[in-house]
């Protein structure tokens, strides 16, 4: 992990779960971190929170679901900290519903896409050129979901585009890779984390009700803490070492 310090991180969805895990153990093992997300007060609270950190964490409003709003946040970061070395694409949602419900507004459906795909493809290709700037080894991470290697049965179905977001996310990792390999990349590190079952607010903002979301609370599921150490795992391995895929799940969940 000594090789990070210093080093300059950008975590999306920063505000809450998973990615306000990742940018609090990023601060503590010394890597500056920008966290991104649309409420960027959390950010700035999780921030004054570890203020005695040896890695500093800064906050930038974006809707990573918005292409033109992640340009103007990596031109910020490009302005501040000029390189990248980590990118942890973490920001992504679903709306609870079946596919052909009324009730679930294809503009909610669109939303998953651009959020889950399409921010994440942006984020990606703009970390990217920051990370050209430098020489220095890198890492993309990219949170996935066990949904991304399945095919959802039936009641699985309440997830309609949600799973199919997380197959792209799965097989874009590997066109990433693949297309830095053949380019003669030795330094540009991607994994695919897909965990299982994680209790954080996304259940509750996806708008699921609150029945399922009790009942989901008394079987086995991660945390997002346990999600962040999957992540900091990762950037303790040695460089020549690309853990491609990482599937991760609460001993015993039923997926």
């Given at each position: 992990?000594?090789?990070?310090?210093?080093?300059v991180a950008?975590?999306?969805?920063?505000?809450?779960?998973?990615?306000?895990?990742?940018?609090?153990?990023?601060?503590?093992?010394?890597?500056?971190?920008?966290?991104?997300?649309?409420?960027?007060?959390?950010?700035e609270e999780?921030?004054?929170?570890?203020?005695?950190?040896?890695?500093?964490?800064?906050?930038?409003?974006?809707d990573?679901?918005?292409?033109?709003?992640?340009?103007?946040?990596?031109?910020?970061?490009?302005?501040?900290?000029?390189?990248?070395?980590?990118?942890?694409?973490?920001?992504?949602?679903?709306?609870?519903?079946?596919?052909?419900?009324?009730?679930?507004p294809?503009?909610?459906?669109?939303?998953?896409?651009?959020?889950?795909?399409?921010?994440?493809?942006?984020?990606?290709?703009?970390a990217?050129?920051?990370?050209?700037?430098?020489?220095?080894?890198?890492y993309?991470?990219?949170?996935?979901?066990?949904?991304?290697?399945?095919?959802?049965?039936?009641?699985?179905?309440?997830?309609?585009?949600?799973?199919?977001?997380?197959?792209?996310?799965?097989?874009?990792?590997?066109?990433?890779?693949?297309?830095?390999?053949?380019?003669?990349?030795?330094?540009?590190?991607?994994?695919?984390?897909?965990p299982?079952?994680?209790?954080?607010?996304?259940?509750?903002?996806?708008?699921?009700?609150?029945?399922?979301?009790?009942?989901?609370?008394?079987e086995?599921?991660?945390?997002?803490?346990?999600?962040?150490?999957?992540?900091?795992?990762?950037?303790?391995?040695?460089?020549?070492?690309?853990?491609?895929?990482?599937?991760?799940?609460?001993?015993g969940?039923?997926?």
């Amino acid at each position: 992990m000594d090789y990070w310090k210093g080093k300059v991180a950008v975590v999306t969805g920063a505000s809450a779960g998973i990615g306000a895990e990742i940018i609090r153990d990023f601060a503590k093992a010394g890597i500056n971190v920008v966290g991104l997300a649309r409420r960027n007060e959390r950010v700035e609270e999780i921030a004054k929170e570890m203020a005695n950190a040896p890695g500093k964490i800064h906050a930038i409003k974006c809707d990573i679901s918005n292409l033109d709003c992640i340009a103007k946040a990596f031109a910020e970061i490009e302005a501040k900290f000029k390189i990248v070395h980590i990118l942890v694409n973490n920001a992504g949602m679903m709306r609870y519903g079946n596919f052909f419900d009324e009730n679930l507004p294809f503009e909610k459906i669109q939303q998953t896409i651009d959020l889950n795909i399409s921010g994440l493809a942006k984020c990606t290709r703009e970390a990217y050129k920051l990370m050209q700037k430098h020489g220095d080894n890198c890492y993309i991470v990219n949170i996935n979901s066990i949904v991304g290697h399945m095919t959802p049965n039936a009641a699985l179905s309440c997830l309609n585009i949600y799973g199919p977001t997380k197959h792209a996310v799965t097989t874009l990792t590997t066109q990433i890779r693949q297309e830095l390999n053949f380019a003669g990349n030795r330094r540009i590190k991607i994994t695919s984390v897909s965990p299982g079952g994680v209790m954080t607010e996304f259940g509750e903002a996806a708008g699921i009700p609150q029945e399922f979301l009790q009942y989901y609370q008394n079987e086995p599921m991660l945390s997002g803490k346990d999600v962040s150490s999957t992540v900091m795992y990762l950037l303790s391995t040695p460089a020549h070492l690309n853990i491609t895929e990482l599937t991760c799940q609460a001993t015993g969940e039923k997926m």
